[in-house]
Nanobody, 115 residues
Framework: QVQLVESGGGLVQAGGSLTLACAAS????????MGWYRQVPGKQRELVAS???????NYVDSVKGRFTISGDNFPVAVFLQMDRLEPEDTAVYYC?????????WGQGAQVTVSS
């Protein structure tokens, strides 16, 4: 089990920015996928952004142009730069790492965007 430690959540006004970070406690062998999910009360967890070890990124439509995912290969870490935040972005954000052998989740970071 690889531990993932998240940081960077907080409270911001609409239009503001936050950066989330997630660091793995151990080396994760390639190929792997890093991702950020978010969940709001009463709704299913959704994949917001993902980044493969080959450098391919994907975003849910609602955050395209506003969020940027990036990562480090060694030590393995994933970041989410969130710009022009909207109240609809309010959620608990979870980082996720997957390879052929393991899957790990961060503890969650609360992001609250006020209108």
């Amino acid at each position: 089990q690889v531990q993932l430690v998240e940081s960077g959540g907080g409270l911001v006004q609409a239009g503001g920015s936050l950066t989330l970070a997630c660091a793995a406690s151990a080396v994760i062998s390639r190929p792997y996928t890093m991702g950020w999910y978010r969940q709001v009360p009463g709704k299913q967890r959704e994949l917001v952004a993902s980044l493969t070890s080959d450098g391919t990124s994907n975003y849910v439509d609602s955050v395209k142009g506003r969020f940027t995912i990036s990562g480090d290969n060694f030590p393995v870490a994933v970041f989410l730069q969130m710009d022009r935040l909207e109240p609809e972005d309010t959620a608990v954000y979870y980082c996720n790492f997957k390879n052929l052998a393991i899957e790990s989740w961060g503890q969650g970071a609360q992001v609250t965007v006020s209108s």
